[in-house]
């Protein structure tokens, strides 16, 4: 194909847009509703799994130290601890400490702390923080076999919750996103195969003169991806505008913090490869949308006019 | 030059025989007719010509190509060889009538230098200076005709087909269009037209083939006179 044609053909594929306006219009709301549905379920997926990290990063196991170690092997089980894989925090909790925490929590009993003296009956002990809560029971038996450990205290049950919330969610938002992708596929097909049904007498006009498939696909496939890059870039702009009012909202009353969940990913942070995502998958959807029904119109409608 | 050879035509669907062993030849820089009743076989006809559907049996050859056993790829470089002229014109409404003659050049990747030049000339021949930048719904029936007929010899086909060009134009202005089509087949290039308008024939004469069953009845060249003598 020479320059000329491919500059022409392009051409076409924007005049297209405006001379098929009605057409253009209908496929460019549903690329946008298809694009929204699926875009704010997306996100919505990934702020539940930052909310639900959100918990998991509060996550502690505490690892209790035998009586009388030695000041040098309490150092040398800090750098075991924080050698391991799974292990994103180590902080010394040393028995002075905890029994002036304990003091302080317990102001009541101050009379039972003086009746002790300085008798302190609490243990040296190691605060971790894991990465991967999944991992907890390896990691806990790693650490309660290191020579010197008395005992490991973790959150068994609330990590398997954690866990199997996460999974559930992950299940549940992978089902949604995937209807919603298969839905979108259908309402689109049937909207580029309406809208090149509406202009079938001109691609019949087209074959009989002469021109080839893909002479008479390529201002389609234009014209499909304007479609999709305006959906694409609109779809940006709602999301940007509906997110920030939600964030705004949520952080005005500081809600999940509250509650001990994590926070909303800031918009700022996800702008730019959700903006790419939405104008990419638009372009992409709204152009191949276009070939695939005039592919198909082609192959059944090729001796028809 | 066209050529049919034993050709059978017959409709799956509705169990039809359009056409029925026909054979015909019609040379290259020849005039024919192709006339015939409603459901003679002459759309059918056309249709072979234009390879939008196959023979059953037989042998169609136009062009110097053989239609029988073209490949699909090769059909928009054969349909590029003929012009046609459809009874519903068939233009293009998005596009003026420079944009649909020009759309004919641009499909072979003409240059743009020929395109400037080819497209007002042929505009010109059919007499639509003053219309080459209306859309076709802004024309009259016999406008569109004009501009439809344009657009067949803006590619100077070696042939050209014309289904009922004058269906849908006043007496006047079919006779019109019958002799700018003498006058471009005067300049080398085959004409077959098909039309059910047996008077216009008549009064022109030349070689006349009639359809009737799906099978060529009669194929002479005559002259108008004689006709009117009949």
């Given amino acids: ?305 | 030059m066209v050529e049919l050879k034993n050709v059978c035509v017959t409709y799956e669907s509705t169990g039809v025989e359009a056409l029925s062993d026909v054979n015909l030849k019609v040379d290259d820089g020849e005039f024919a007719f192709a006339i015939g009743r409603s459901g003679a076989g002459k759309s059918t006809l056309i249709k072979l010509l234009l390879k939008e559907l196959d023979a059953n049996s037989g042998e169609v050859l136009v062009n110097g190509y053989n239609l029988t056993k073209m490949k699909k790829r090769k059909v928009p470089e054969f349909r590029r060889t003929i012009g046609v002229v459809f009874q519903d014109y068939r233009l293009i409404e998005t596009m003026t009538v420079y944009e649909n003659i020009a759309f004919v050049l641009r499909v072979i990747d003409a240059p743009m230098k020929l395109i400037r030049k080819r497209v007002p000339y042929v505009i010109s021949l059919v007499g639509l200076q003053d219309k080459a930048d209306s859309y076709p719904s802004e024309l009259s029936g016999g406008e569109q005709q004009r501009c439809a007929l344009a657009r067949a010899l803006v590619n100077d086909p070696a042939l050209l087909i014309a289904d009922e060009p004058t269906g849908n134009v006043d007496p006047e202005l079919a006779y019109e269009l019958i002799e700018l089509l003498q006058g471009i087949n005067a300049c080398g290039t085959t004409i077959l037209m098909v039309t059910h308008a047996h008077e216009m024939v008549r009064h022109f004469g030349g070689r006349i083939i009639n359809i009737s069953q799906g099978e060529v009845v009669f194929d002479e060249v005559i002259g108008g006179a004689e006709v009117e003598a009949e």
């Fill in chain 1, 1 to 305: 194909m020479k320059l000329s044609s491919f500059r022409y053909l392009v051409g076409q594929g924007f005049d297209n847009v405006w001379k098929n306006r009605v057409m253009a219009f209908a496929s460019f709301c549903v690329l946008l509703v298809s694009l929204l549905l699926v875009g704010i379920s997306v996100l919505f997926y990934i702020n539940i799994n930052a909310v639900i990290g959100g918990i998991e990063d509060k996550n502690e196991v505490i690892i209790y130290l035998l009586d009388n170690t030695s000041d040098a092997r309490i150092a040398e089980i800090g750098e075991t601890l924080s050698k391991m894989e799974n292990v994103s925090a180590v902080t010394l909790y040393s028995r002075e400490e905890a029994f002036a925490d304990l003091k302080e929590s317990m102001d009541d009993y101050s009379q039972v702390f003086e009746s002790l003296g300085d008798d302190n009956p609490l243990p040296d002990a190691y605060r971790i923080r894991i990465n991967d809560i999944s991992m907890m029971d390896e990691t806990v038996a790693a650490a309660a076999s290191l020579k010197d450990v008395e005992y490991v205290s973790a959150p068994d049950s609330f990590v398997e919750l954690l866990t199997e919330l996460r999974s559930v969610v992950a299940v549940i938002a992978i089902a949604i996103i995937g209807a919603l992708l298969i839905v979108s596929m259908v309402i689109i097909s049937n909207t580029t195969r309406a809208s090149v049904f509406a202009r079938r007498r001109e691609i019949s006009i087209m074959q009989s003169v002469g021109a080839t498939k893909t002479f008479i696909r390529f201002p389609f496939f234009v014209e499909g991806m304007i479609n999709g890059f305006m959906a694409g870039a609109v779809a940006t702009l709602l999301t940007w505008f509906t997110y920030d009012s939600l964030v705004e909202m949520l952080g005005k009353f500081d809600m999940l913090s509250t509650i001990g969940l994590g926070s909303i990913i800031p918009y700022e942070t996800i702008a730019i490869p959700v903006t790419l995502a939405y104008i990419l998958f638009g372009s992409l959807i709204g152009a191949m949308g276009s070939v695939f029904s005039t592919r198909a119109h082609l192959k059944h409608k090729a001796v028809n006019m």
